[in-house]
């Protein structure tokens, strides 16, 4: 097991506050990248981190030098999917087309971040341009199983306690699925509010900018750094929770539905309301719709580097960028008119309800042995549709003794609320584990 506690808002608030030395934390998080990485590979390799880190810690400290004036996120390392462009860092989205063919302008999610005080620790390893073709990450937890992905890298680096933050995204699940296989927070924000300029794209009508984190204060700090229009994490009273019940929630393997019926016990018996819901009946439909426009969309991104580089890609990828382009205009139309009916539909259901939030398990099961594949989205395919903001939160272990995760999942744009609602059932589920 290569993981290690670091919270975000605690790690801010040493380092902000004098309380922990700058340098010395870049060392410490040096030293511990140099000793798991060969056993994790979650980070692209970089030559001269530690002297690259020690001379922006430097600037930064001689451009601070009164804790009363230093940014909220002073000297906190973060890492980055190698699907945003960075100043000063090559972007390859985890292909081997040549770096100069993927360039562009660094991310305005990076920027707000660094702006912040923040400092990029490196890349993290992704699947192939955020589709299925897994990098070389592996689990924390448990180095024989995968991370998911396709944010594999950012979820593994904040699970082994690389750094407290890491940026991701998400077209079907690749934010919450890796989150719960490497039992941290994935949050992944109303579709739009965090720019999604400066990165390769997947499918611009589903991709979602998100985050990870190791603990719920930390996830809204920078929540409140990066999402448009942001008001604040509100004080609320307990959430009705809904059930989404029927063929979606069948989705889910034996031993994480029996997983998930525990979770519910315990939310319950720490006060909260469930109403379990017939939800989501054409969930079939909604897969294939959700995996057409992905690949239709792949291909009109890719175009003009397939045409020139096909050799390179690995075969899923490939295979997804040719059925794409097989695809029709207007089926592409109404796919992505699909995503706003879907919207309507689950917010009419919770209106009609009286539900807050949707309970449901953030992945089938435990993460899979082996690096072959990243795991199922299913779970997260309808709510990233829907563009709904949705949370991953650790929910205990599986039998073999991986993490399990609890999507959380609130109404559009209220990321407000379902981040405040949030705290309060991680420290349920906690104190009634």
Not at 124 to 142: I, K, L, M
Not at 284 to 313: G, I
Request: hydrophobic share 40%; proline share 8%.
């Amino acid at each position: 097991m290569w993981t290690r506690k670091v919270r975000l808002q605690e790690r801010a608030e040493q380092l902000s506050s004098g309380r922990q030395d700058l340098m010395t934390a870049i060392e410490e998080a040096c030293d511990w990248v140099e000793r798991a990485e060969p056993a994790l590979d979650a980070l692209l390799p970089e030559e001269g981190r530690r002297e690259r880190l020690r001379r922006e810690a430097l600037s930064l400290q001689r451009r601070y030098p009164d804790p009363a004036d230093r940014p909220p996120l002073y000297g906190v390392l973060f890492a980055v999917k190698d699907l945003f462009h960075v100043h000063g860092f090559p972007t390859r989205a985890g292909s081997k087309l040549p770096a100069e063919v993927l360039s562009g302008p660094q991310a305005s999610s990076v920027t707000l971040l660094r702006e912040a005080g923040a400092l990029v620790l490196g890349k993290a390893a992704s699947a192939e341009f955020a589709y299925f073709e897994p990098g070389p990450t592996r689990n924390p937890v448990n180095p024989l199983h995968t991370p998911g992905g396709s944010s594999s890298g950012s979820a593994a680096a904040v699970a082994a306690g690389y750094c407290p933050l890491a940026l991701g995204t998400q077209t079907i699940g690749s934010v919450l699925r890796p989150a719960a296989f490497c039992g941290i927070i994935g949050f992944k924000p109303s579709f739009g509010r965090i720019s999604a300029d400066g990165l390769i794209l997947c499918a611009p009508s589903l991709d979602t900018v998100g985050l990870f984190t190791q603990d719920i204060a930390g996830m809204a700090q920078v929540a409140s750094l990066l999402c448009r229009g942001w008001r604040g994490c509100p004080s609320l009273p307990l959430p009705v929770l809904g059930v989404p019940e029927g063929p979606y929630l069948d989705q889910t393997s034996p031993e994480g539905r029996r997983a998930f019926e525990e979770q519910l016990a315990r939310l319950q018996r720490a006060g909260y309301r469930l109403k379990r819901v017939p939800a989501l009946p054409d969930i079939a439909s909604v897969n294939q719709r959700h995996l057409r426009l992905v690949h239709a969309e792949m291909a009109r991104v890719h175009a003009r580097w397939f045409e020139r580089y096909a050799a390179l890609y690995r075969p899923l990828t490939a295979a997804a960028i040719r059925e794409g382009a097989t695809i029709g205009i207007q089926e592409i139309v109404e796919a992505r008119a699909g995503r706003e009916i879907l919207r309507t539909q689950v917010q009419a259901l919770m209106e009609r309800e009286g539900i807050d939030l949707w309970l449901t398990p953030a992945a089938p099961g435990p993460a899979p042995q082996g690096l072959q594949t990243t795991g199922s989205g299913l779970m997260n395919l309808p709510w990233t549709q829907a563009g709904l903001p949705a949370l991953s939160l650790p929910a205990g272990r599986a039998e073999n003794g991986l993490p399990l995760g609890l999507q959380c999942v609130a109404g559009w744009m209220r990321d407000e609320e379902l981040l405040a609602w949030a705290a309060a059932l991680e420290a349920a589920l906690a104190e009634q584990a």
